[in-house]
């Protein structure tokens, strides 16, 4: 269990997210969490606001593609925190457009399909917001026209981050920052991973001056990456025993992606019960925890 009554995870497309959520789910009853789609502020954000109040004040954990400000809607929204993942923004739009050429159900692939968009076309288009400083939006809960976001957007994103956000993860330091949340949010177990919704066609190199032309047209999200990359690195820095966790983590995660567990739970109870955090947390023990676990995961079944 999380240490939060209610969390909501701001699920930025893109950035290692869906992981993120496999995670998560595993803390909470499947009748707790609401997971919310919406696009631009559309589709079923109607339906969050109208459920019951029963219904709503339930929720533990909410999560999907949605832009700050849902707290407000809670009866007692002091007490909401938020999570979110970010992600280098040139390496985030290029997986995008590998995404939806994939996924038949997302709502640009006809259009992208149909058109035969390039890369190099389809990042300097206007099909959507998202690709005009999205994850600044996502975090501002603001969304002006394309080619319209301005600094106070930016300064509006890096308040909320700073007000009501518990804490944030960098995609391209995963497992650092699985240990951040580990600790952020009192979790009571490993929060082993594997990967999940990951593009595999990527092929094409990107040459500096798409990579230029990107970061010019999101330049608020270039600040902010580079805002949360030293904020990031400044809360590790205030963490304890972060590489025992680290250890734990990728040990875990790796016998989870390889197959050798089958049940995420099991897992995570074998290590509590059988006293490999209690040593893990107490250097005057004579074992080595992180081994102890190696020899659980590798025994012959």
Not at 22 to 27: A, E, G, I, K
Not at 36 to 47: A, P, T
Not at 243 to 268: F, M, P, W
Not at 276 to 286: N, T
């Amino acid at each position: 269990m999380a240490k939060f009554d209610k969390l909501i995870f701001l699920h930025i497309p893109k950035a290692g997210g869906s992981t993120l959520k496999d995670v998560l789910n595993r803390y909470y009853s499947e009748e707790n969490v609401y997971y919310l789609e919406v696009i631009d502020q559309r589709m079923q954000l109607k339906e969050f606001i109208d459920l019951p109040k029963e219904k709503k004040e339930s929720i533990q954990l909410l999560e999907g593609h949605m832009g700050f400000g849902l707290h407000n809607y809670f009866e007692r929204k002091e007490q909401v925190k938020y999570i979110t993942f970010f992600r280098n923004p040139v390496d985030r739009l290029i997986s995008l457009y590998y995404y939806i050429l994939k996924n038949k159900d997302h709502y640009l692939y006809d259009e992208v399909k149909s058109k035969n968009y390039a890369l190099r076309d389809f990042l300097m288009s206007d099909l959507t917001t998202e690709l005009d400083n999205g994850m600044t939006r996502v975090i501002a809960g603001k969304y002006p026209p394309i080619n319209q976001c301005n600094d106070e957007m930016f300064y509006t994103a890096i308040d909320h981050l700073q007000q009501y956000f518990v804490g944030f993860g960098i995609m391209e330091r995963y497992d650092e920052s699985l240990a951040y949340f580990q600790k952020k949010l009192a979790l009571d177990s490993v929060p082993f991973y594997k990967k999940v919704n990951v593009n595999r066609e990527r092929k094409e190199v990107i040459d500096n001056e798409l990579a230029t032309l990107i970061r010019e047209r999101n330049f608020l999200d270039v600040r902010i990456y580079e805002w949360a990359l030293i904020h990031f690195e400044k809360e590790l820095l205030n963490l304890n025993d972060i590489d025992h966790s680290l250890q734990l983590i990728r040990e875990c995660s790796k016998a989870y992606s390889e197959g050798r567990v089958n049940v995420s739970t099991t897992l995570s109870r074998k290590i509590y019960q059988e006293g490999y955090w209690q040593g893990y947390k107490d250097a005057s023990r004579d074992f080595h925890p992180i081994r102890r676990v190696k020899a659980w995961l590798t025994r012959k079944r």
